[in-house]
């Protein structure tokens, strides 16, 4: 029974995800390979907002400025440090600007980094271009956080 | 007994995978043009990639290829001219250069050059891109693999494969003209005479159809290749030598079923 639950939520979610209400920030959601993190983020809205590929850069430029980023902007995903990375995919969803922004499994987008405060302070950074970000972890890794900010847990 | 039964299996199962395999291309195919049919598929983003496509696929090897398909239509005629006049048949040399070289060798050329070097190129990177999850990436984030990824490359495809054909024709004709008239102008109505024998509506539309079939088939082959492979890093190279197999066999299919048509 409690499969049939945990299949019809992960359904549930994937329609949720499919219809733009969660961006999911996730290691199983890789960057394009061949195109830059500028590219990366500026496709969001060129494709979905019919943007000309200037004005979807110059948003992407901003949101890696706002983060503090800019440096990796011209990088592709193999050169890119786990921190550069997951900021690509945090600023590739929240270009997007959906409702909800879910970072799964965080230890594995920041394998070498104390990540519940860098996440927290990269968050707080982006703010204004945010709606609602959780963060997704196993019950295990919950002592990293600060009590003021847990994470959904993965039962 | 038991090794007949094992035998059909075995034969039945290879069968169906191959036919399974064809059928989800012809399907793709199908979706491909249709979406490309659609006004509503073109926006910035698909515009960039049906533009780097063709930046990739035409643009970057025209130099080059133009110097090739020159220097194998300069032999060829050649050939033919040399060999029709030792046979006393030199009035037909022209019109025997233009049917080889434009109605069949070029566009399969082109389209075997075009395989080769882009067709293998898009079978890797969408079986990459397969492998590492990027098209679920993608879709997750609400974009079109199919408007985004695809269908630009197959425009871009046949776009590149028309276009490439049509600037080497045109170069074999300027050559075919100068080694059978020479280096003068005063012959332009007798050419003109027989490129409107050889060139009707007929034969025009089945050369335009010829190459947008060829382009069809060098970007769809590959990326329904790609689509098919396995989530496993060592499929990637099975995915492109099957991919270019079954892309040769294709073109060769295309070439054959046009001369049957033809000439049959």
Redesign the interface.
């Known amino acids: 029974m409690a499969d049939a639950a945990q299949h019809l939520a992960f359904m549930a979610a994937q329609t949720a ?4 209400e969660i ?2 920030v996730s290691p ?7 195109l830059s993190v500028l590219d990366n983020i500026a ?2 809205p ?3 907002t ?4 200037d004005e ?1 850069a110059d948003q992407a430029w901003g949101l890696l400025v706002t983060a503090g980023y800019q440096d990796s902007h011209t990088k592709r995903d193999p050169d890119l440090s786990h921190a550069e990375r997951c900021v690509a995919k945090l600023l ?2 929240v270009i ?1 600007q959906p409702p909800i922004i879910l970072i799964d499994r965080p230890a594995m987008l920041l394998p070498d980094t104390h990540y519940p405060p860098f996440l927290f302070a990269l968050l707080e950074k982006l703010a204004e271009h945010l709606n609602n970000c959780e963060i997704v972890d196993y019950q295990w890794n919950q002592p990293l956080y600060d009590a003021r900010h847990p994470p959904s847990i993965i039962e | 007994m038991a090794f007949v039964t094992h035998f059909f299996i075995r034969r039945g199962a290879a069968f169906l995978t191959t036919w399974r395999i064809w059928r989800d291309t012809l399907l793709f195919a199908g979706r491909a043009v249709l979406t490309a049919c659609a006004p509503t598929a073109y ?4 515009r ?1 990639v049906v533009m780097k496509q063709i930046y990739f696929t035409a643009w970057q090897i025209l130099p080059g290829f133009t110097l090739f398909a020159a220097l194998l239509s300069y032999v060829l005629i050649q050939i033919v001219v040399t060999t029709a006049a030792k046979f006393g048949l030199s009035d037909y040399a022209l019109e025997v250069t233009m049917r080889l070289l434009v109605l069949e060798l070029l566009p399969l050329i082109t389209a075997l050059f075009v395989a080769l070097r882009s067709s293998s190129a898009i079978n890797t ?1 969408i079986a ?2 397969k492998i ?3 098209i ?8 079109d693999t199919m408007r ?1 990824e695809f269908m630009p490359r197959v425009i871009g495809g046949m776009i590149s494969v028309l276009a490439l054909t049509a600037v080497t024709s045109v170069l074999a004709l300027v050559l075919a003209y100068l080694a059978v008239y020479g280096w003068q102008t005063w012959s332009l109505p007798d050419f003109s005479r027989v490129m409107g024998k050889v060139f009707d509506n007929a034969v025009l539309f089945g050369i335009l159809l010829k190459s947008l079939t060829f382009g069809l088939a060098v970007t769809v082959i590959p990326v329904a290749e790609g689509m098919a492979t396995p989530r496993k890093l060592f499929m990637a190279p099975i995915s492109v030598l099957r991919g270019m197999v079954r892309l040769f066999f294709a073109l060769m299919l295309i070439e054959v079923a046009s001369l049957a048509f033809k000439y049959i």
């Open positions: 995800v499919a219809r733009g961006a999911l199983e959601m890789p960057l394009r390979a061949n496709l969001i060129q494709y979905r019919n943007l000309t590929y979807a590739r969803a997007g | 926006n910035s983003a698909t960039t990177e990459l891109m590492n999850g990027e679920e990436a993608l879709e997750s984030a609400c974009v985004l």
